[in-house]
């Protein structure tokens, strides 16, 4: 059976399976759209319309719609839900799996051409050798640095576009997005919270500079605890999101672009350790020397080319799958 997430269960489903079709939330018709408006019955687990509209996976009203939740969904026009199960999630999936089993259902389409596309762009990354660096090849060399286990928390903004599309996950709470409110900048704490709850995994925060800047005296506490941490701030001076959005609905964008301090010097100002990344290839390196510390909050500024994301919207625009 096809699973797609959202933002907020990315992780759950192993990106290894062949059925794992991605996240869902992204703001235009993402590859998974075409395997949902293919879906003539949707179960929907542990989903509440706050996290992102239901309109984008039931745009006509007309799905079924299977809810398994603890708690009752409210109503919305395109969530008209079929069966509404309020109940235990695991008990009610592992009842599921039973009669599924009993009436010898089986689903035959793997939906490979989902997951072909998903890993192109990531090759596209892979192969970019670009300076500053396309957000592909960013989350290509945060995944390749990182071990399975390590807990990465993406802040809201652009950045959150491309990790929650993009970056694999096989295992859950390996990559904590927030959605919904989408609060700026809570990474930084986050992260601290996810290091002193997990000591022995790996902790990422990937924060764009704007958000980065809204809460980064955090790092002050991080040192004074002595945690080991990574930062990787996407710099484009500007908030890049809204900047994006902008171009969409009316084709310029201003009051977005902001200056940024040194992030080497504030750095070390902090008693942390500071790189800048000055080419293509600089990054993978900071990301394992990182990875490698045991002490240390690193930050990592990583200038990233947002020119990709209207380059993306037109991409999208164009793109059928035809399954
Ligand atoms: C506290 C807060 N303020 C404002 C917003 C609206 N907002 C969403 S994304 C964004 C820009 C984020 O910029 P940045 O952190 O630099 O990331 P980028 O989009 O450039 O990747 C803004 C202002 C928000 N979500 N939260």
Request: charged share 20%; with cysteine; hydrophobic share 45%.
């Amino acid at each position: 059976m096809p699973v797609v997430t959202t933002f907020m269960s990315k992780g759950v489903v192993s990106d290894r399976l062949q059925n794992t079709l991605g996240v869902v939330g992204f703001m235009h018709k993402d590859y998974e759209n075409f395997a949902i408006d293919k879906a003539d019955l949707i179960i929907s687990i542990g989903y509440t319309s706050q996290q992102f509209d239901p309109q984008k996976i039931n745009p006509n009203g007309d799905k079924k719609i299977i809810h398994i939740n603890m708690i009752r969904q409210d109503v919305d026009a395109h969530y008209s839900v079929t069966l509404n199960i309020i109940a235990n999630i695991s008990a009610s999936i592992h009842a599921l799996v039973i009669a599924l089993k009993a009436d010898q259902i089986t689903f035959d389409k793997p939906m490979a051409e989902i997951k072909t596309l998903i890993q192109a762009e990531l090759a596209d990354g892979q192969n970019s050798a670009a300076f500053p660096l396309i957000p592909q090849k960013i989350v290509y060399d945060l995944r390749c640095t990182l071990p399975d286990d390590a807990i990465v928390l993406v802040d809201t903004g652009a950045v959150k576009m491309w990790m929650a599309r993009l970056y694999q996950t096989y295992l859950p709470n390996t990559c904590i997005i927030d959605n919904g409110l989408s609060t700026m900048a809570w990474t930084l704490p986050g992260a601290l919270g996810a290091k002193l709850a997990r000591p022995e995994r790996v902790v990422v925060a990937v924060m764009g500079d704007g958000s980065f800047m809204m809460n980064s005296q955090e790092i002050e506490t991080a040192v004074r605890e002595h945690l080991h941490l990574i930062i990787v701030v996407w710099e484009d001076h500007s908030y890049g999101l809204i900047k994006w959005k902008m171009k969409i609905e009316i084709n310029e964008a201003n009051g977005v672009d902001f200056g940024n301090p040194d992030f080497v010097q504030y750095a070390a100002s902090f008693g942390a350790i500071g790189r800048k990344v000055t080419n293509s290839t600089d990054f993978s390196t900071y990301m394992q020397e990182a990875v490698a510390a045991t002490t240390g909050v690193f930050i990592i500024a990583v200038p990233v080319d947002y020119r990709e994301n209207m380059k993306l919207i037109e991409k999208l625009g164009n793109v059928s799958v035809h399954l």
